[in-house]
C-alpha cells in the first residue's frame, strides 16, 4: 500500500520561508516522479512543482518559479520543497503525489498525500 505524508506545513509571515517534506512508502521510491500540488479556498488544485525519479528534471509553475526548489532524497524516500519569500497567495492546502512521469496534470499521478496546511500572512 502506497503512502504519503506531508509535514512541515505552518504560519508564516509574508517573505519567510518554509520546507515542506513528504515521505513515502510501499512502492520503490526511486522509479517514479514526484510533485506537488496546492488548493486554496473556494479554489482549483493547481500545480506547484513536480520531480523526476533521479532529481535530475524539476519543473515549476511560473507563480513559484524563482522562489520554490524541489528536491528528492531517494535513500530516504523523501521529496523536499522549500519555499522562499512566501506570499500570502501561497495560501493553500499542499498535496504531494507519485507517479510514473513527471507532469503538471493531477491525473498523471496515481496516488496522493493528506496534505499539509501553509498560511502566510500579510
Known amino acids: 500500500q502506497v503512502q504519503l505524508v506531508e509535514s512541515g506545513g505552518g504560519l508564516v509571515q509574508a517573505g519567510g520561508s518554509l520546507r515542506l517534506s513528504c515521505a513515502a512508502s510501499?512502492?520503490?521510491?526511486?522509479?517514479?516522479?514526484m510533485g506537488w500540488f496546492r488548493q486554496a479556498p473556494g479554489k482549483e488544485r493547481e500545480f506547484v512543482a513536480a520531480?523526476?525519479?533521479?532529481?535530475?528534471?524539476?519543473i515549476y509553475a511560473d507563480s513559484v518559479k524563482g522562489r520554490f526548489i524541489l528536491s528528492r532524497d531517494n535513500a530516504k524516500n523523501t521529496i523536499f520543497l522549500r519555499m522562499s519569500s512566501l506570499k500570502p497567495e501561497d495560501t493553500a492546502v499542499y498535496y504531494c503525489?507519485?507517479?510514473?512521469?513527471?507532469?503538471?496534470?493531477?491525473?498523471?499521478?496515481?496516488?496522493w498525500g493528506q496534505g499539509t496546511q501553509v498560511t502566510v500572512s500579510s
Open positions: 510501499g512502492r520503490t521510491f526511486s522509479s517514479y516522479a
Open positions: 503525489a507519485t507517479g510514473g512521469l513527471v507532469a503538471t496534470i493531477g491525473s498523471e499521478y496515481d496516488y
Open positions: 520531480i523526476n525519479w533521479s532529481g535530475g528534471r524539476t
